[in-house]
């Protein structure tokens, strides 16, 4: 078999989408670990419930008949919805679940991290369990609840979440143009264009305003931040609502690309990300992309030497040797063994 | 709430700290082990099982224990271990390759290896601490775990070993949930036994020096590359050992007993009873494992409840219900740094 230029330029393209995933999720890693020094294990359940919140909204758009005759309308919504709904989560966790924490023991906010990540899952896995065990709650022949309220409670839990596979409607459809010999989907231009203009956004709201500056004091050193009068808990806070709303972004993009979403959808893309992370060099935005990017094409042209199903292997793999032999990362400024 | 709760539990844990009231205690606890599958009542196959199956999470977790609760690494990828030790007898003991060599005799090699593969594990990740060892752990897991999958020429992939031999003992055939019963408790008391000695040891007082501050022990003489391999050595063997008798006692093994969530039960069970108690271990496999099965109907939240449990604990009682001392006292480090020194007297004394 001789080498096929066109087909390797797809593959790249391939790449570079998948490479969006990742690096709009490790950017959320990156800035969390960049002003607590933790790693937010959630992160893929937040990015998750990004992608329910979507398809719960798209398909309630789908109902009124706003996707039939305003696609775009309906999708901008869509994202908006999604954005919206894993910014909330992810604020809520660290408000919860971290912030208490904030001077425990090493271990404990990573404990407690873990323990958010599986919750969230199960969460949304047995949302429409909970709900007809609450509705259905009685005392004798007086129930708590009218049946119709019932149904309705638990028609609506269905609706959003649940352990069975969901699917998107084909959005994108699976139209797109030729360049040559080379075919490029109009799905993955979309995601690419969108992925970068986001990040573009995020670099100069990180480089440029107020919070910007306040998240890298905050990251440079908490206690001289704080001395400055920048309120630390109000920039993490805002920290995570950016980094989950990247999450969420992605999480509605990745349902509308590859269709089918679950509860454990975050796990996977999740570690991937965190790898993508730990390749740029984690607490680095810039970093967070080009590792993301990185992976995308790594996995691509791993697959070209390897069976599909070691693909995953390659990217496990990959953050091991990485943190092996050069934890900073490419564009590394923070030591996997100093800040810890 | 949160200081009620606690000083609820500290009563506890005081009544049963004397001598004469924990040894009649657990008198009791091992008592009615011994004697439940000679009860005959309805649900006794039941029971067997469950008690049984907790006996094996005991083992999993003092494993882990030493690695999690003693060293201080923080290992999410426990499983992997648990997987090697069940393939390795799965494969030298069943109709796959046709191998069929004695229980006796791969227990030790199944446990060895998988001591191996964590001396293999813990080399690349010697420099890591906290957050980085776990997400590497945690990785290592699902390696081994896909390629248990993927590896189909070897492990069969996806349709798992079956016909699994039976250990013979004394001519006789270790087959039912009763014998394994036994045979688990008394490798739960070996393994207690072993990590009692181990804690109190040199190593043991090494591996915490380790845990509290690495700098400080490597200061002080700790050779802390020996002692972290080590760890990871120990724990593996005992996961290794889980491993066999869990492959053993099924009789047949599939990627799917493998996958992440054995190694969350684990670490939950520890963190639960107390990280690096011995009783804790005990405590919480009867709390995580005994309890979802008994209580069926909730089987399908057991999940949901461990991860809250999790932060819950973290936030109200990091250092577990049965907590050992020392591990409370680094917990805790900080409330008793800024609070006066009559208050540390009274918590030292306590």
Known sequence: MGFDVS?????????????SFYALIALGYSMVYGVLTMINFAHGEIFMVGAYVGLYTMNRLVDVGLYDSSKILAVGITFIAGTIGAAITGVTVERLAYRPLRRAARLAPLISAIGMSIFLQEFIRLLPNMGEAITSISIGSFT????????AVVGFLQEFGGSRVKTYPGVFGVGGFDIGDIHITYSRLIILIMSVLTMLGLYFLVRYSRLGKAMRAVAEDKDIASLMGIDIDQVISRTFLIGSALAGIAGVMMGMFYLQIRP????????????????????????????GYALGLGEVIGVQFLPAVYKDIVSFSILVLILIFKPTGILGEVLAEKKM | MKKRFSSLLERINERFSSPIGRWVLIGIVVGLILILPMINFQQRAFWVRVIG???????????LNVVVGLAGLLDLGYVAFYAIGAYAYALLASGHFDIH??????????????????????????????????????????????LVTNLTDLTNGSQGLIGIDSPYLFGLELKTSTHFYYMIFIFVIIAIFVTQRLDRSRVGRSWIAMREDEDAAQMVGVNTTRYKLLSFAVGAFIGGLGGAIFAAWQGSIFPDNFNLMVSVNVLCLIIIGGMGSIPGVVIGSFALITLPD????????????FGFLLVVMMIARPEGFIPSRRRQLELHAEELAHAGPAEITTEGGA
């Open chain 1, 7 to 19: 087909s390797f330029i797809e593959q790249l393209i391939n790449g570079l989408t998948v490479g």
């Open chain 2, 53 to 63: 199956y907790t006996g094996l999470y005991i083992i999993l977790g003092l494993g």
């Open chain 2, 101 to 146: 060599i004695s229980f006796w005799l791969v227990l030790p090699f199944a446990a060895l290896l998988a001591g191996f593969a964590g001396i293999l594990l813990g080399i690349p990740v010697l420099r890591m601490r906290g957050d980085y060892l776990a997400i590497v752990t945690l990785g290592f897991g699902e390696i081994i775990r896909m």
């Open chain 1, 144 to 151: 708590l609840f009218p049946e119709n309220i019932q149904t």
């Open chain 2, 294 to 305: 008994i209580l069926r109907q909730f089987a399908d939240y057991r999940l949901l409840l």
């Open chain 1, 264 to 291: 454990t959808m975050g796990f996977v893309p999740g570690i991937k990300a965190f790898t993508a992370a730990v390749l740029g060099g984690i607490g680095n935005i810039p970093g967070a992309m080009l590792g």
